[in-house]
């Protein structure tokens, strides 16, 4: 967000987790819009906008709304898996084998720890869904 800011773009922070970048271009007379996502993103960006987005009166959109969350929670668990690589790959944390375990900075650390705390979230998200369901009786 504080990239966008100095570059004097004011960016639409969405609700629900969506992160896309959207250009609206002129091309002979027409206007296109071009979006840019992680690829990660892109799965459940299709899911939320087929089943979730505008889809109101659907009569399981409640459930659906909950479930596109715990995917849109998901989906930035992989970004930031990615990024935490994309560190382990460019040594940014000075990962260092020793036996069976690994040795690393604090910052690898703490990043460790941020997925592990992610991943708790989204799983408390499921199970306190999973908690509102019955058996349909046979």
């Known amino acids: 967000k504080e990239t966008f800011e100095k570059n004097g773009i004011t960016p639409k ?3 629900v987790g969506y992160r ?3 250009y609206t271009v002129t091309y ?3 206007y296109l819009e071009i979006q840019l996502r992680p690829l990660y993103m892109e799965q459940w960006c299709m899911c939320s906008h ?3 987005y505008k889809k109101e009166g659907h009569k399981h959109y409640n459930f659906l709304q909950n479930i596109s969350s715990v995917l849109g929670e998901m989906t930035d668990i992989s970004g930031e898996i990615g990024d935490f690589m994309r560190g382990v790959y460019e040594n940014k944390y000075n990962i260092k084998k020793d036996g ?3 040795v690393m900075n604090k910052e690898g650390i ?3 720890d941020k997925l592990l705390k992610m991943c708790n ?3 408390k998200e499921l199970e306190l869904l999973k908690e509102r369901i019955e058996l349909e009786e046979q």
């Open 28 to 30: 002979k007379n027409y």
């Open 20 to 22: 896309s970048i959207h």
């Open 13 to 15: 922070m969405s609700e």
């Open 50 to 52: 087929n089943y979730v």
């Open 121 to 123: 979230n989204s799983i």
């Open 100 to 102: 069976n375990s690994f």
């Open 110 to 112: 703490k990043s460790v």
